[in-house]
């Protein structure tokens, strides 16, 4: 069964950190590139970091640059987002989600499996 | 950037009523565009790629067209467990949601 299980959430004051790790299982995960993408209580969804299967290219959006770094073991099938200088804004639910590479595609951003999330609390 | 833009922001109807969402993008984006479906407290499944292929295992009464700014998800029967938020998602450049539309029964 294809599935991604995100955890590593929890509160943290603002200012500290937290590092997010998502283990893949089901699916060759070297193969795939992955993406962060998060969700504040009650709001929309917000694309945070891409990298690609080899890890070597890798993408943050412009709020979390020089903050947030993504990476990835593929020996151990697992995708991390490491998180520093958090701010109340970075509060939100984080999701793990699956790249969709499909015949004949020359464009792999669209998302076709998504983990159950994990939470992040940024708060004094 | 590119952004995204879902109207309405919910709309309320019947079982069997014909529902339509739009999604206009800032710039074009040719056919790099997929809709997502998400329930209270699930994650987000994808629905429609490329603007209008379906995605295996979704109903046949979802549909998507459009190209270019201007896009358009289709329920075509509207079902009880159709009730949910869904998002329109670019992917000409990186990716970028809509706010989403929240889809009601009346």
């Known amino acids: 069964e294809l599935q991604l299980l995100g955890s590593g959430g929890g509160l943290v004051q603002p200012g500290g950190s937290l590092r997010l790790s998502c283990a893949a299982s089901?699916?060759?995960?070297?193969?795939?590139?992955m993406s962060w993408v998060r969700q504040a209580p009650g709001k929309g969804l917000e694309w945070v970091s891409v990298?690609?299967?080899?890890?070597?290219?890798?993408h943050h959006t412009d709020s979390v640059k020089g903050r947030f770094t993504i990476s990835r073991d593929n020996s151990k099938n697992t995708l991390y987002l490491q998180m520093n200088s958090l701010r109340a804004e970075d509060t939100a639910l984080y999701y793990c989600?699956?790249?969709?590479?499909?015949?004949?595609?020359?464009?792999?951003?669209?998302?076709?499996?998504w983990g159950r999330g994990t939470l992040v609390a940024v708060s004094s | 950037d590119i952004q995204m833009t879902q109207s309405p922001s919910s709309v309320s109807a019947s079982v069997g009523d014909r529902v339509t969402i739009t999604c206009r993008a800032s710039?074009?984006?040719?056919?790099?565009l997929a809709w997502y479906q998400q329930k209270p407290g699930k994650a987000p499944k994808l629905l429609i790629y490329?603007?209008?292929s379906l995605q295996s295992g979704v109903p046949s009464r979802f549909s998507g067209s459009g190209s270019g700014t201007d896009f358009t998800l289709t329920i075509s029967s509207l079902q009880p467990e159709d009730a949910a938020t869904y998002y329109c998602?670019?992917?000409?450049?990186?990716?970028?949601f809509g706010q989403g539309t929240k889809v009601e029964i009346k």
């Open positions: 989600v699956k790249h969709y590479y499909y015949d004949g595609s020359t464009n792999y951003w669209y998302f076709d499996l």
């Open positions: 990298i690609s299967g080899s890890g070597a290219n890798i």
């Open positions: 089901g699916f060759t995960f070297s193969s795939y590139a």
């Open positions: 998602q670019q992917a000409n450049s990186l990716a970028t």
């Open positions: 710039q074009g984006i040719f056919s790099w």
């Open positions: 490329a603007a209008s």
